[in-house]
């Protein structure tokens, strides 16, 4: 929850920051325009980049920061619950098993699996029904297995 609320924060900083850059940018336009500035142009440049750009871009990317940190903790809460489900089922879960212990969409759960999939993590099984099947074998290691491994 913690990370939730970090993200949050990070969201609500960044937009404060690029609306902070907005009126700035606005402001110094407004002067330049009116002709109120009493300075030369190239201050008034730069006025506009260090306070009104620089904000802007900072804002914009402590917000892409904090979605990109949120749909990798997503996904890795994800992977933990998928790894957990296998664990419960023999090593094996379907989409429909990933849907009701997730708050994830049938169509995004079938998506997850079949990159894990993708990636080697699970194997693909289809029952004699026609249900597809993932197959997590690391998943299902007995205490016995464990116990006997052997270093490498």
């Known amino acids: 929850?913690?990370?939730?609320?970090?993200?949050?924060?990070?969201?609500?900083?960044?937009?404060?920051?690029?609306?902070?850059g907005i009126i700035m940018i606005i402001g110094v336009l407004a002067g330049i325009s009116n002709g109120e500035t009493g300075s030369s142009v190239a201050a008034d440049v730069a006025l506009?980049?260090?306070?009104?750009?620089?904000?802007?871009?900072?804002?914009?990317?402590?917000?892409?920061?904090?979605n990109q940190r949120t749909k990798k903790r997503k996904e890795e809460e994800t992977e933990k619950l998928i790894l957990e489900l296998a664990s419960?089922?023999?090593?094996?879960?379907?989409?429909?098993?990933?849907?009701s212990h997730s708050d994830?969409?049938?169509?995004?759960?079938?998506?997850?699996?079949?990159n894990l999939q993708t990636k080697g993590i699970a194997a693909l099984r289809v029952t004699e029904n026609g249900n597809i099947l993932y197959e997590f074998?690391?998943?299902?290691?007995?205490?016995?297995?464990?116990?006997?491994?052997q270093g490498v």
Request: hydrophobic share 45%; no cysteine.
């Open 1 to 20: 929850m913690l990370g939730n609320l970090e993200g949050v924060v990070i969201k609500i900083l960044g937009g404060m920051l690029a609306l902070f």
């Open 48 to 66: 506009t980049g260090l306070l009104g750009v620089a904000p802007v871009l900072g804002g914009v990317y402590l917000f892409r920061y904090a």
């Open 137 to 149: 074998t690391g998943a299902t290691l007995s205490q016995s297995e464990r116990d006997s491994s």
């Open 104 to 114: 994830l969409s049938l169509e995004e759960a079938k998506a997850f699996l079949d």
């Open 88 to 99: 419960r089922h023999g090593g094996k879960i379907s989409s429909l098993d990933l849907t």
